[in-house]
């Protein structure tokens, strides 16, 4: 196959997601693994020598075109300004759910010490966290885990990359906000991960996270 590079280019742009290497790979089909993956690591290079506005970066467990960091504020000039951030309760709420998922309501609180329904409800809203299931006590209450959306807003390729506690704290107190919107400026204008839940479903979910407060108490 003539300029395979291309190819792959053109696929991870028409992507709505990160494309991960194996999906790649069967698009390409009769193409050898080896072969594409050479083929994208000097894809990738070539990004980084020229030094251009966007590069691709493997984040949630696929490739995505992402702008970068230093050209970040002129593409929020060009989209304007856009209501939403993550305030320090919702960022410490998170980081609870993603250090120790699976978990629950009651767990998260007993770590924070404060009620979390608030948090709880913008997180799943934002599509950062989702429903994992239930545990198999009483009450069952709903168990807690991040979504790919999380991996991909916070440029992590796994779970495994995230920063420690202490780097996790150092960032909070330097922004005080967490500004997602300029976060997934970042994707460079491509759709945003499909994710496990429905609106509906969603809509239920956060009213049942609202009315836990009732079978806690």
């Not at 291309?6 to 009769?30: Q, W």
């Not at 984040?59 to 856009?82: I, Y």
């Amino acid at each position: 196959m003539d300029n395979i590079s291309a190819v792959i280019e053109a696929l991870i742009l028409a992507s709505e997601s990160p494309l991960p290497l194996e999906k790649i790979c069967a698009v390409l089909d009769g193409v050898d693994k080896t072969e594409v993956k050479d083929a994208l690591d000097k894809l990738i290079a070539g990004y980084e020598e020229r030094q251009s506005g966007i590069s691709i970066q493997e984040v949630a467990g696929g490739f995505q075109f992402r702008t970068r960091p230093q050209v970040a504020v002129w593409v929020k000039k060009l989209k304007g300004t856009r209501p939403g951030s993550l305030s320090p309760a919702a960022l410490e709420t998170l980081a609870i759910v993603a250090y120790r998922q699976p978990i629950v309501k009651a767990e998260i609180e007993s770590v924070r010490g404060v009620d979390v329904s608030a948090p709880l409800k913008g997180l799943l809203e934002k599509k950062l966290i989702r429903i994992v299931g239930r545990k198999d006590v009483p009450g069952k209450p709903i168990i807690y885990g991040t979504t790919k959306k999380f991996l991909e807003v916070f440029n992590l390729k796994e779970l495994a990359d995230l920063p420690t506690m202490r780097e996790l704290t150092e960032i909070t107190e330097q922004q005080g906000m967490l500004d997602l919107e300029t976060l997934e400026e970042n994707t460079g204008g491509q759709e945003a991960i499909p994710q496990e839940s429905a609106g509906e479903e969603i809509s239920e979910v956060i009213s049942e996270v609202i009315s836990e407060d009732d079978i806690d108490s």
